[in-house]
């Protein structure tokens, strides 16, 4: 960490050799950062290496599915993609409503490779495309932070963000989601936002729209950039920081980047119609009148500006009202209020849970715990507030950008669990700034009083971290290290620190540059282990890292593992079942399931599925989850009205895996009630309880999704015990009358059913047999041994 | 002798077959058969005929050629045919392989297919021989009823003839059909016919004419699984680097009577025996030894349900599809290894290099409906030719993998319908300059010089347009 400053000890004061040691800093920080790269790529290869290079959970076989259709067809026929394998009957066009960022980016590597003759499968570059970006992403932040506290906060916030496993959990290798590549964009996006800010060049500036127009390719979250940027731009305007370098880093932005966003065929006319975007073209407004109050201040004299502001005040409240008012009444009129189901759950994050069942139902949706921000930024919560302080001394343009996005970005972590990687890179970054920052204080403190050391040595650190850190002065750094050791672990050191610091801040204005050097100074003692201190919570942080990346996160969901007594034990039921539909079913054949599978069963089984990840079309999925609670006849006839052939359900009840559908299925209850509402809630709990043993209600244990999880459950073991609920099911013996079991994985995990063809019209039905409800019984069982249908 | 036997065979005969004799009457009707003995093999999904001839020359002159004949229905599932003859006296008998080739006859009765074994010696008038015939038929087995549930066992029809089908006259013949288990549902009796055990006798019968025909139907119980791969593609990539790449993808099917209704996996799991007791649930692979990063996956990903087991002669894989395979279902995946070149490429007399390799699919009891073998040479190498022991489809086609710049030569070589005792090797010649394994190294090290070049260059350019 702060590597050229810490490699330099004493050495002469001589031009030339500054010189060479910059140069030497700046090779060393080139194979720091590529250390960094190969430390990203390499931490998220343990899902490789421990399981197999394939392709994980549920939407990065959807996107794997598009790749694979991308480099078959082409790029036109990607576009005008109408997929008729999923939302059976209504399809999806995919290529209208599908970030194309990620499929782009990864077909032209594919592309790329194989003109190069270099053979690589399709499948192989998908794998490796989230551990790839994910080095990009962590050289993204070096470029951000250096623009905000030198090249040394640069290599910290890049290291750690290489290894941070919030990041991790959706970037090891074979996770090939959106999130994947959009981290890099989003990250480069407000790296660029800030060297235009610095430097106020225009080509940052046409650069900075183009990457932000590959983040709208990639990722949904784009909107976040467009609130963020102009959030800071209204407070740079108000805290007095209008510029034109602010100017230049806004205005192409908004025009360029809302003109380059309109062409995703996925965002079109969003781009310019849906609140999440009015922000930005409020600011673009605001700035514009700014800048122009500024012109006019520059060459109207103070008198006569005074006058213009007053009338330009009046007239201008009065067509803002007006405005405003038309703005309001436009925006009132829509039922969401302009706003998507997923953005207003982000603003009031009781919304979904209330109006939108099938968002809320989703568990990356909910919002975190607190043993999750521990689990997934670990020591980055603690230092995090240390980076904010750090970035208010002194508080320039760049590093108030960088309290905004954290700041923002916290608050959205804390609505959904799925944005804790949103918050990642911010923490990071403040934690970068905070950690090498200390280190700064600390090193320089410690090299000032080991014995033997010249002063001129001390002048020399003073012009290097001068050099590499632009924007900051000396009483910063005084002053930082008190508030740092606020988050220390340790309430020694702490206390220690806290006396020391005491005296130079107080004294910090003293101006000689060798008398300032000198109060600086931390104690030999308090520096030394204070900074031993900050090694063994980096360690702990690299620990941690390293075990997330290989224990938590790197199971790709579709094998499960589990160690037993004669070693590893492999569950791969979920590719038995797909892999048997795919080649022992008709390839027309529609199959039913809970809409989590869906994807997987047209990119594994490509067979059409009713409802898939997607989640587009409410009621469809709604009608699944109807057929789902209903009894077994009309689930049979909405089945069949679907054209289901197979309906597909995951049991985890023989060997206890507990995210299967028995457990998914209040949510069925739920959305499919939303819609059709003869099916409540109520009556599938006891008691305001959910529980499938003797004590479930009649309506849950007739249901259709009971009886296909649990049909001839109870010959495994004789007691029916379900080890997922713990305990022995309500209903252990049961027949399916309309449908039959063709296929259950080794395991029972997945458990496949065939509809049965519609019965024949039997010719005696107008029979009355109000009396003979016996005998009809009993001709019916006589008939299964002459019909094998029925 | 020969008058009576000729007056019998044109007796049997039309006019047709009376206008062959006059054609072709030396070869064919010098020789007679004295003793014949079939023994039919239906015990896996395989037939194997087991043929015993002991032929007689009647005529004047010498002859070398003796004919097969066959149904044209069982030409079709024919695989392979074999003579050998049995050499030297009682003591010190060794067999010897002889060349079988199929004949075209033009006027065959019935559309009756040839093969002509040709003998090491003439056979000189009045000696006689004794053949023995190999020769292995696939798909014949044809389950009845076609489609069972999963706790039926697999019944299958066998046709075939009471009486060897020869264009010779045969003196006396027997036929044995030996069934997989005692469980016999029906079978045509021409008498004398009797069943013992597990075997079914036809015969003996006695004085046939040529061209006889008694067609004869079993109906047994064989609940062995029909693994067919319907199509194999076998890659042998050849690096001079020293390993040897192969990668082999297959389509399997249960080809026996198809799966009918439900599957229940709590039958399956809890009564092996009773339930699914035709199904596929595990095949073995017999690799050459010293095979080294083995892989068994398919589109989806590896399949974890294998075992290599490996010794000094032999390495063994054992791979279970992902799920038990019932009649008619299918499953596809990809075998591939790695294998020391030294063990297969070989320099031969006149300075060129070969490769000898198996040829056949390495899955054991297996049949191979279609076979694709393609050797990929190194990029460079010069004038492939192939020596197949048995007459395959060849042609030439290029390849680029990693790096390549004029790609490499791909021998292809096909044949359809192919039984285990046919993996016997093939060779592969070719010419190759060592020079051409240092191309890809050499151009991967230029192609990073002139990018440093270029970057070395770009730092002292100053482009700026204006100073």
């Known amino acids: 960490m702060a590597a050229p400053e810490t490699s330099t000890a004493a050495v002469p004061t001589l031009y030339t050799n500054n010189t060479l040691r910059n140069a030497f800093g700046g090779v060393l920080s080139f194979f720091i950062l590529l250390l960094i790269g190969v430390l990203a790529f390499s931490i998220r290869l343990f899902s490789v290496i421990k399981y197999e290079s394939v392709i994980h959970e549920f939407d990065p076989y959807f996107n794997y599915r598009v790749t694979q259709f991308l480099t078959k067809k082409g790029i036109y026929d990607f576009w005008n993609?109408?997929?008729?394998?999923?939302?059976?009957?209504?399809?999806?066009?995919?290529?209208?409503?599908?970030?194309?960022?990620?499929?782009?980016?990864?077909?032209?590597?594919?592309?790329?490779?194989?003109?190069?003759?270099?053979?690589?499968?399709?499948?192989?570059?998908?794998?490796?495309?989230?551990?790839?970006?994910?080095?990009?992403?962590?050289?993204?932040?070096?470029?951000?932070?250096?623009?905000?506290?030198?090249?040394?906060?640069?290599?910290?916030?890049?290291?750690?963000?290489?290894?941070?496993?919030?990041?991790?959990?959706?970037?090891?290798?074979?996770?090939?989601?959106?999130?994947?590549?959009?981290?890099?964009?989003?990250?480069?996006?407000?790296?660029?936002?800030?060297?235009?800010?610095?430097?106020?060049?225009?080509?940052?500036?046409?650069?900075?729209?183009?990457?932000?127009?590959?983040?709208?390719?990639?990722?949904?979250?784009?909107?976040?950039?467009?609130?963020?940027?102009?959030?800071?731009?209204?407070?740079?305007?108000?805290?007095?920081?209008?510029?034109?370098?602010?100017?230049?880093?806004?205005?192409?932005?908004?025009?360029?980047?809302?003109?380059?966003?309109?062409?995703?065929?996925?965002?079109?006319?969003?781009?310019?119609?849906?609140?999440?975007?009015?922000?930005?073209?409020?600011?673009?407004?605001?700035?514009?009148?700014?800048?122009?109050?500024?012109?006019?201040?520059?060459?109207?004299?103070?008198?006569?500006?005074?006058?213009?502001?007053?009338?330009?005040?009046?007239?201008?409240?009065?067509?803002?009202?007006?405005?405003?008012?038309?703005?309001?009444?436009?925006?009132?009129?829509?039922?969401?209020?302009?706003?998507?189901?997923?953005?207003?759950?982000?603003?009031?994050?009781?919304?979904?849970?209330?109006?939108?069942?099938?968002?809320?139902?989703?568990?990356?949706?909910?919002?975190?715990?607190?043993?999750?921000?521990?689990?997934?930024?670990?020591?980055?919560?603690?230092?995090?507030?240390?980076?904010?302080?750090?970035?208010?001394?002194?508080?320039?343009?760049?590093?108030?950008?960088?309290?905004?996005?954290?700041?923002?970005?916290?608050?959205?972590?804390?609505?959904?669990?799925?944005?804790?990687?949103?918050?990642?890179?911010?923490?990071?970054?403040?934690?970068?700034?905070?950690?090498?920052?200390?280190?700064?204080?600390?090193?320089?403190?410690?090299?000032?009083?080991?014995?033997?050391?010249?002063?001129?040595?001390?002048?020399?650190?003073?012009?290097?971290?001068?050099?590499?850190?632009?924007?900051?002065?000396?009483?910063?750094?005084?002053?930082?290290?008190?508030?740092?050791?606020?988050?220390?672990?340790?309430?020694?050191?702490?206390?220690?620190?806290?006396?020391?610091?005491?005296?130079?801040?107080?004294?910090?204005?003293?101006?000689?540059?060798?008398?300032?050097?000198?109060?600086?100074?931390?104690?030999?003692?308090?520096?030394?282990?204070?900074?031993?201190?900050?090694?063994?919570?980096?360690?702990?942080?690299?620990?941690?890292?390293?075990?997330?990346?290989?224990?938590?996160?790197?199971?790709?969901?579709?094998?499960?593992?589990?160690?037993?007594?004669?070693?590893?034990?492999?569950?791969?039921?979920?590719?038995?079942?797909?892999?048997?539909?795919?080649?022992n079913t008709d390839v027309d054949d529609k199959v039913a399931s809970w809409w989590d599978y869906g994807y997987q069963t047209t990119a594994m089984a490509n067979r059409t599925v009713i409802v898939d990840n997607n989640t587009w079309n409410n009621t469809h999925i709604a009608t699944v989850g109807t057929a789902m609670s209903s009894p077994e006849k009309a689930a049979w006839e909405i089945f069949h009205s679907l054209d289901v052939k197979y309906v597909l359900v995951v049991f985890g009840g023989l060997i206890g895996y507990p995210s299967d559908d028995i457990n998914k299925f209040l949510w069925m209850v739920r959305i499919g009630g939303g819609v059709f509402p003869h099916i409540k809630e109520p009556d599938y709990l006891r008691d305001g309880q959910y529980r499938i043993d003797s004590q479930a209600t009649p309506t849950m244990l007739n249901c259709l999704m009971y009886k296909l999880a649990y049909y001839r459950f109870v010959e495994t073991d004789g007691k029916a015990y379900d080890r997922v609920r713990r305990t022995e099911i309500g209903k252990k013996y049961f027949k399916l009358t309309h449908f039959e079991e063709v296929f259950t994985t080794h395991h029972w995990m997945v458990r496949i059913y065939k509809l049965k063809p519609p019965k024949n019209r039997i010719r005696g039905k107008t029979k009355k047999s109000k009396s003979k409800t016996s005998s009809t019984s009993s001709s019916k069982r006589g008939g299964i041994r002459k019909n094998p249908w029925h | 002798?020969?008058?009576?036997?000729?007056?019998?065979?044109?007796?049997?005969?039309?006019?047709?077959?009376?206008?062959?004799?006059?054609?072709?009457?030396?070869?064919?009707?010098?020789?007679?058969?004295?003793?014949?003995?079939?023994?039919?093999?239906?015990?896996?999904?395989?037939?194997?005929?087991?043929?015993?001839?002991?032929?007689?020359?009647?005529?004047?002159?010498?002859?070398?050629?003796?004919?097969?004949?066959?149904?044209?229905?069982?030409?079709?599932?024919?695989?392979?045919?074999?003579?050998?003859?049995?050499?030297?006296?009682?003591?010190?008998?060794?067999?010897?392989?002889?060349?079988?080739?199929?004949?075209?006859?033009?006027?065959?009765?019935?559309?009756?297919?040839?093969?002509?074994?040709?003998?090491?010696?003439?056979?000189?008038?009045?000696?006689?021989?004794?053949?023995?015939?190999?020769?292995?038929?696939?798909?014949?087995?044809?389950?009845?009823?076609?489609?069972?549930?999963?706790?039926?066992?697999?019944?299958?029809?066998?046709?075939?003839?009471?009486?060897?089908?020869?264009?010779?006259?045969?003196?006396?013949?027997?036929?044995?059909?030996?069934?997989?288990?005692?469980?016999?549902?029906?079978?045509?009796?021409?008498?004398?016919?009797?069943?013992?055990?597990?075997?079914?006798?036809?015969g003996p019968y006695e004085d046939r004419p040529p061209y006889s025909f008694s067609p004869i139907l079993v109906h047994f119980e064989n609940n062995s699984p029909f693994p067919v791969v319907e199509e194999l593609v076998r890659e042998v990539e050849i690096s001079h680097w020293g390993n040897l790449q192969v990668t082999e993808q297959y389509t399997l099917v249960h080809g026996g009577a198809r799966h009918k209704g439900v599957f229940s996996r709590v039958d399956y799991q809890s009564r092996p025996t009773l339930s699914g007791a035709s199904s596929l649930q595990h095949l073995l692979a017999r690799l050459p030894p010293r095979v080294h990063s083995v892989y068994y996956r398919d589109e989806i990903g590896n399949i974890s349900s294998s075992h290599l087991r490996t010794d000094s002669r032999k390495s063994e894989l054992e791979i279970e599809p992902r799920y038990p395979l019932f009649g008619g279902w299918k499953a596809t995946f990809v075998i591939g290894y790695g294998l020391p070149l030294q063990d297969f490429l070989f320099e031969s007399s006149d300075d060129r290099r070969y490769l000898n390799f198996t040829f056949g699919c390495p899955l054991l009891e297996t049949v191979v409906d279609k076979l694709t073998v393609k050797v990929v040479l190194p990029e460079g190498s010069k004038d492939p030719s192939a020596v197949v022991p048995f007459p395959v489809d060849q042609h030439l086609e290029t390849k680029y993998s990693y790096l390549d710049v004029v790609g490499r030569t791909v021998v292809v070589m096909e044949k359809k319908n192919l039984v285990p005792v046919q993996n016997s090797h093939f060779q592969v010649y070719y010419t190759f300059k060592p020079i051409f394994m240092l191309a890809e190294p050499l151009m991967l090290a230029s192609a990073f010089f002139l990018f440093f070049v270029a970057c070395v260059a770009y730092l002292h350019i100053d482009l700026s347009i204006r100073k």
């Open chain 1, 81 to 583: 993609w109408f997929d008729d394998r999923t939302w059976y009957p209504l399809g999806r066009v995919i290529g209208g409503t599908v970030y194309p960022g990620l499929t782009l980016t990864a077909g032209t590597i594919w592309w790329l490779l194989n003109s190069l003759n270099i053979p690589l499968s399709v499948e192989t570059v998908c794998v490796f495309t989230a551990p790839i970006f994910s080095a990009f992403a962590s050289w993204a932040t070096y470029l951000l932070t250096k623009e905000v506290k030198g090249v040394g906060a640069g290599l910290t916030a890049a290291t750690l963000l290489a290894m941070v496993p919030s990041y991790i959990s959706r970037s090891v290798a074979g996770s090939y989601d959106n999130e994947a590549v959009a981290i890099f964009a989003l990250i480069f996006t407000f790296s660029l936002y800030i060297k235009t800010l610095n430097t106020g060049s225009l080509f940052y500036a046409t650069l900075n729209s183009i990457v932000y127009f590959y983040m709208v390719c990639s990722w949904g979250g784009y909107t976040f950039i467009i609130n963020l940027i102009p959030m800071h731009v209204l407070l740079c305007i108000v805290t007095g920081r209008y510029s034109s370098r602010l100017y230049i880093a806004y205005a192409p932005l908004v025009v360029l980047g809302t003109l380059l966003a309109a062409l995703v065929p996925v965002v079109g006319f969003n781009a310019v119609m849906t609140s999440e975007h009015f922000a930005s073209f409020l600011v673009f407004i605001i700035i514009h009148v700014v800048a122009f109050v500024y012109y006019i201040k520059g060459i109207l004299s103070p008198k006569m500006f005074k006058v213009a502001v007053t009338l330009v005040v009046s007239v201008g409240l009065a067509v803002c009202c007006a405005v405003i008012a038309v703005l309001i009444a436009l925006v009132a009129s829509s039922p969401t209020k302009g706003w998507s189901g997923r953005s207003l759950s982000l603003l009031d994050p009781t919304y979904a849970s209330k109006y939108i069942p099938i968002i809320a139902s989703v568990s990356e949706h909910q919002p975190p715990t607190w043993p999750s921000y521990f689990m997934d930024i670990n020591v980055l919560a603690f230092l995090v507030p240390a980076g904010i302080i750090a970035c208010f001394l002194p508080l320039t343009d760049a590093s108030s950008f960088v309290v905004l996005y954290i700041a923002t970005s916290v608050y959205f972590s804390g609505v959904m669990v799925r944005l804790m990687l949103v918050l990642a890179p911010a923490a990071c970054i403040t934690s970068g700034i905070a950690l090498s920052e200390a280190f700064d204080v600390l090193t320089r403190s410690i090299k000032f009083q080991l014995p033997g050391v010249s002063s001129g040595a001390e002048v020399d650190e003073g012009e290097t971290s001068s050099e590499t850190t632009e924007a900051r002065n000396d009483e910063v750094k005084a002053e930082k290290p008190e508030e740092k050791s606020k988050d220390r672990p340790s309430k020694k050191s702490k206390k220690k620190e806290r006396e020391h610091v005491e005296k130079p801040s107080a004294k910090a204005k003293v101006k000689t540059k060798a008398e300032k050097k000198r109060l600086l100074a931390l104690p030999l003692e308090a520096s030394a282990v204070s900074l031993l201190l900050l090694i063994v919570l980096g360690a702990f942080y690299v620990v941690h890292c390293v075990w997330a990346a290989a224990e938590a996160y790197s199971a790709p969901s579709i094998v499960l593992t589990s160690h037993t007594r004669n070693g590893l034990h492999v569950f791969d039921d979920f590719r038995e079942a797909y892999a048997w539909l795919r080649h």
């Open chain 2, 1 to 202: 002798m020969e008058a009576p036997i000729r007056a019998t065979g044109i007796l049997g005969f039309t006019l047709f077959s009376l206008l062959f004799f006059v054609c072709r009457s030396s070869p064919l009707h010098n020789l007679f058969i004295s003793n014949a003995e079939r023994r039919i093999d239906v015990t896996s999904h395989i037939v194997k005929v087991y043929l015993t001839l002991k032929v007689e020359n009647a005529g004047t002159t010498p002859t070398s050629e003796v004919l097969l004949a066959f149904p044209p229905t069982q030409v079709d599932h024919l695989a392979t045919v074999e003579a050998l003859v049995t050499k030297g006296k009682r003591k010190k008998t060794t067999l010897v392989r002889l060349d079988v080739k199929p004949t075209e006859l033009p006027d065959a009765p019935n559309g009756a297919k040839y093969f002509t074994i040709y003998l090491a010696n003439p056979l000189n008038s009045g000696e006689s021989t004794t053949l023995e015939v190999l020769y292995l038929f696939t798909h014949s087995l044809e389950p009845f009823p076609a489609e069972i549930g999963q706790s039926e066992s697999q019944l299958v029809h066998y046709r075939d003839s009471a009486l060897i089908l020869s264009p010779y006259h045969i003196k006396q013949q027997t036929t044995f059909i030996k069934t997989p288990s005692t469980k016999v549902e029906s079978f045509t009796r021409v008498e004398p016919t009797n069943r013992a055990g597990t075997e079914i006798k036809y």
